[in-house]
């Protein structure tokens, strides 16, 4: 296996990329621009080259980088990835070039703008990598200072509100994560390496009692439960999804949330097996409720981007089910799912970004017969919303299916209850499509224009991937269950016996 750093190449590019960014000249967007682009591609290529030497067959955690940090507090840098990792670590490298190039006019001067995003990329990358327990918690906390300042300066009149909102509830969170992340360390013999620690729950030789663990889990799992985000702790979603611009929600919904369910699959199962088994009724039952939930209030929203943000909400909670149910089926299907989520939900954010700059309102009864003059915008809308129902052929079937499978072996009544949203979401997306897109055209529309060749360039992409996923996803699965059957070892309780 190469000895060349390519763990730490891979986040550092983008935030060396940022200050390379920030130091060109103000007068020469374009130039600005395209240098974001490029950097982020470069990300894209070290991504690629990581995805062909990862051998799923080998060790879990692969190209294992170790620097002592703070040797005090039992810290250090060490990184390394696995099959649950170097799937996020693919959606985050392969959106952000189409989340750049979609956000080409969004900031008339681009620089701090392009600069942010390219700071969240790589401190989202560190997340996903980090081997050391407080590695990940500074960077998990320290994402929330762009996000905020993305949201907040780069969105509409409420954004600074929903900035606000979005960094208090995340705060909080993080303040009881830190709490529980001192606890777990006593507990743990005073060390922050991860694989330590897994050693340590599987020799049972963990310090405190069993009351204990299970605070300091809830710490961890409220934390994540933010991110994610998972009822009732989702009431930031929303507001940051109509008021930020298209580009930062789709940042948010698509990227930056699936660290809370990565976290959730990571820490929560693997450093507290016996605290998830005890609360997994109540966070499988908190999962349909959001799955439900979601669906239902998508159905009555008026806003068109409130209408897709409902719906991760919904998503999410297919996502956190399938991790909690701990099957097999399940966790593979939730772990593919973030996958196909953050696809399906930039397709379907950005197409409805693009009509919205067109016409310069959100409301849903402003819209009418838009295929009679935009037929592709119209064409990429309905693909990516036929994606986010769940459409058979298309990304997101297969891994809640999978999910269902995965919960119906354990909790049936779940699985049935959850396949209600089925049912749901075809009707918030049909109803949506059919209010904007089809009827008699608007005399103001006339001369709307259909997507540019820009705009293509964006689009069709993501939904060729959906397409790809949705036929064959082999290849991402072939990676996926490995580490989740490693996962399974510790965390993952066989299924009840019938009969």
Request: charged share 10%; aromatic share 10%.
């Amino acid at each position: 296996m190469s000895q060349f750093p390519l763990l730490s190449a891979l986040w550092l590019t983008p935030l060396v990329g940022a200050f390379l960014v920030l130091s060109m000249p103000a007068n020469r967007p374009t130039a600005v621009k395209y240098a974001a682009v490029g950097v982020s591609t470069g990300v894209l290529v070290i991504a690629g080259t990581l995805t062909v030497l990862f051998d799923p067959a080998e060790p879990r955690y692969q190209f294992v980088e170790s620097q002592p940090w703070i040797r005090s507090f039992g810290a250090g840098y060490v990184v390394g990835v696995d099959g649950v990792a170097l799937v996020l670590v693919i959606l985050t490298t392969v959106l952000m070039p189409f989340l750049l190039i979609a956000g080409w006019n969004d900031a008339e001067q681009p620089r701090g703008y392009l600069a942010l995003i390219l700071v969240v990329e790589s401190m989202m990358l560190v997340s996903l990598l980090a081997l050391d327990v407080l590695l990940f918690f500074v960077f998990f906390e320290a994402m929330l200072v762009p996000m905020f300042f993305l949201i907040g300066r780069y969105g509409g009149p409420g954004a600074p509100r929903a900035a606000l909102k979005f960094l208090l509830y995340s705060l909080f969170g993080g303040l009881l994560m830190l709490a529980a992340l001192i606890g777990l360390n006593l507990a743990m013999g005073g060390t922050f390496d991860f694989r330590a620690m897994v050693a340590t729950v599987t020799s049972g030789g963990i310090a405190s009692s069993p009351a204990v663990m299970h605070l300091i889990f809830l710490g961890f799992m409220f934390a994540f439960a933010v991110k994610a985000p998972l009822w009732p702790l989702h009431t930031w979603l929303p507001r940051v999804a109509t008021e930020a611009s298209p580009v930062t929600a789709v940042l948010m919904m698509a990227v930056v949330d699936k660290i809370g369910t990565f976290g959730m699959l990571r820490y929560c199962l693997k450093l507290f097996p016996d605290s998830a088994i005890q609360f997994r009724p109540l966070v499988a039952t908190l999962a349909v409720v959001a799955i439900i939930y979601g669906a239902l209030v998508a159905i009555g929203q008026r806003d068109i981007m409130r209408v897709i943000a409902y719906t991760s909400i919904s998503h999410f909670g297919f996502i956190v089910l399938g991790l909690f149910v701990m099957t097999e089926q399940g966790q593979s299907g939730a772990t593919l799912y973030m996958v196909n989520h953050g696809v399906a939900t930039a397709a379907l954010f950005l197409t409805a970004g693009f009509l919205v700059s067109r016409k310069g309102t959100r409301l849903i009864a402003e819209y009418g017969g838009i295929q009679q003059v935009a037929p592709v915008l119209a064409g990429t809308f309905l693909i990516a919303g036929l994606a986010s129902l769940a459409l058979p052929g298309l990304a997101p079937f297969v891994s809640e299916f999978l999910v269902l499978v995965g919960t119906f072996t354990r909790y049936p009544a779940f699985a049935v209850v959850a396949a209600t949203a089925l049912v749901l979401s075809a009707i918030y997306v049909l109803w949506l499509y059919q209010r904007v897109m089809t009827g008699p055209k608007r005399q103001e529309d006339a001369a709307l224009r259909d997507l540019r060749p820009r705009e293509l360039a964006v689009v069709v992409p993501l939904l060729v991937l959906l397409v790809v996923l949705g036929v064959y996803p082999k290849p991402a699965l072939d990676v996926i269950n490995p580490a989740v059957a490693h996962t399974g070892t510790d965390a993952v309780a066989p299924p009840p016996r019938r009969g």
